[in-house]
């Protein structure tokens, strides 16, 4: 797969989710599935999104013992999503668990990508709250370079980190960023961020993008313009 733009669909019913994609008649968008929809609608609405022809990410942040995780994963695996994601904090173990669980009877397998520290934990919280002592950077550098150990695909980091995990852990592990935000948008509540060009030029292999879609007055208009900047 190449480069290309997720829509992060952060919708509370499968209601809202259709209104929102029947307003892409052309394309069929690559669209992130997240713990709220997920939760709301069970693995139903990713079926359904999967039969209107979308690639989809499921975004569960799977973390727990790696038995739980390894067969929670085949589980998710016949859902046929075609990325899926887990903490790395759940250790390499828990990781390669996920791998295994995760492969299928005929060898194929969906993306597994892995969280490092969440953006909205900082240095303070992660010293404080966890105990981790290290600078933020090298512990997201080390939690790379943990689920690349583990025969993950990527991870998921801030834009701004991409380049530098490409750097450690090689240009075909894969960078999948959220924090993205047009040169003249709202930035919201997400703290750096940065637009989908210069996601392009610092090497994101997927941008995932909400907000600057899903609440735009013409989604689809701007969802061109993030494959327009990303992408073309
Ligand atoms: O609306 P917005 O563009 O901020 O949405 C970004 C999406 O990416 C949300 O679904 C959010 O949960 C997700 N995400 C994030 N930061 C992370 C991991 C995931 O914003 N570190």
Do not use: W
Not at 86 to 95: E, K, P, S, V
Not at 142 to 150: G, I, L
Not at 155 to 175: I, M, N, Q
């Amino acid at each position: 797969m190449g480069k290309d733009v997720i829509i992060a669909c952060d919708f509370d019913s499968a209601e809202k989710t259709f209104a929102f994609l029947d307003k892409f008649t052309g394309r069929k968008p690559f669209v992130k599935i997240g713990m709220e929809l997920y939760y709301a609608e069970g693995p139903s609405i990713v079926r359904e999104i999967k039969k209107r022809g979308h690639k989809i990410f499921l975004d569960l942040k799977l973390h727990d013992i790696p038995n739980t995780v390894k067969k929670s994963m085949a589980v998710l695996s016949r859902l046929d999503v075609d990325m899926t994601n887990l903490h790395a904090a759940g250790t390499i173990r828990m990781m390669e668990g996920a791998l295994e669980g995760l492969t299928r009877p005929d060898g194929t397998r969906p993306l597994l990508i892995a969280v490092t520290q969440l953006t909205s934990t900082d240095q303070e919280s992660m010293e404080n709250d966890l105990l981790i002592k290290e600078p933020i950077a090298d512990v997201v550098m080390h939690y790379a370079h943990n689920a690349k150990v583990a025969g993950l695909d990527g991870v998921v980091c801030s834009p701004l980190e991409a380049g530098k995990v490409h750097e450690r852990c090689g240009e075909k592990f894969l960078t999948v960023t959220p924090g993205v935000r047009f040169a003249d948008g709202d930035i919201g509540d997400q703290k750096r961020v940065m637009t989908p060009a210069e996601a392009k030029r610092i090497g994101s292999d997927y941008i995932v993008v909400g907000r600057p879609i899903t609440a735009a007055e013409d989604p689809v208009a701007a969802y061109e313009r993030c494959v327009a900047e990303f992408v073309d």
